[in-house]
């Protein structure tokens, strides 16, 4: 069946660094959206790529759709302790949505 | 605008007991999902409804059933909980749109089958 990875599960960082995960799916997608969940929360919606290529940018995070459509990634710059939660791909196909196993983000101070 | 609600917040059942858990959205959504998140698993598609009386499954719906009697409100049933079943629960629901068809979720139910 349908499956999306995305690595890494988890990732400490001081606060300041870089942060980087990366979704994989074994399909095509129609589009792929992003997502955080503050601990004890909700997935909130990010964004979506829609396109081959596609990239945006929303302040410090920088997404990304690669040319087959079938990965993604979400950067972050310059991490800050309100980045602190998962992070979620979700792709797009039929009308389901195929969520990745998400990335812990915590953020040292 | 409440958005998307979900009742009840919590619940700790026995194995063998039945529940539903009711999904309520007011922003006049045609999609709505029921999914499962347990750690490390990410969210899970259980069933979902492109409108008003349609279901369908979704990626693990075995135990599981569902009902879209009014477009606002999904409900989830389990007809015999088991342990297995233990988990948090979240509703979503999004609009009709290729282009906008971002998803609003509820803020979860806590699930624990003893």
């Known amino acids: 069946g349908q499956q999306v990875m995305q690595i890494p599960q988890y990732q400490h960082v001081q606060e300041g660094e870089d942060f980087t995960t990366y979704c994989n799916s074994s399909?095509?997608?129609?589009?792929i959206q992003w997502y955080k969940q503050r601990p004890g929360g909700h997935p909130v919606f990010l964004i979506q790529?829609?396109?081959?290529?596609e990239v945006k940018k929303q302040k410090r995070l920088t997404f990304q759709f690669g040319e087959a459509k079938k990965n993604s990634s979400l950067h972050i710059t310059a991490t800050q302790t309100t980045d602190v939660g998962t992070y979620f791909c979700?792709?797009?196909?039929?009308?389901?949505?195929?969520f990745g196993t998400g990335t812990s983000l915590t953020v040292i101070p | 605008n409440a958005g998307v609600t979900q009742t009840p917040k919590f619940r700790v059942l026995k194995t063998g007991q039945s529940m539903t858990l009711l999904c309520a959205q007011d922003?006049?959504?045609?999609?709505m999902y029921w999914y499962r998140q347990d750690p490390g698993m990410g969210l899970r598609l259980i069933h979902y409804?492109?409108?008003?009386?349609?279901?369908a499954k979704g990626e693990v719906p075995d135990g599981y059933n569902v009902s879209r009697l009014k477009k606002q409100n999904f409900l989830l049933g389990l007809e015999s909980a088991a342990p297995s079943q233990t988990s948090v629960y979240f509703c979503?629901?999004?609009?009709?749109?290729?282009?906008?068809?971002?998803?609003?979720f509820g803020p979860g139910t806590r699930l624990t089958v003893l």
């Open positions: 922003m006049n959504h045609e999609y």
């Open positions: 979503a629901s999004r609009r009709d749109s290729p282009l906008y068809n971002e998803q609003f």
């Open positions: 979700a792709g797009f196909l039929g009308n389901q949505f195929y």
């Open positions: 399909t095509t997608l129609s589009n």
């Open positions: 409804s492109v409108g008003e009386g349609t279901t």
């Open positions: 790529l829609v396109k081959s290529g």
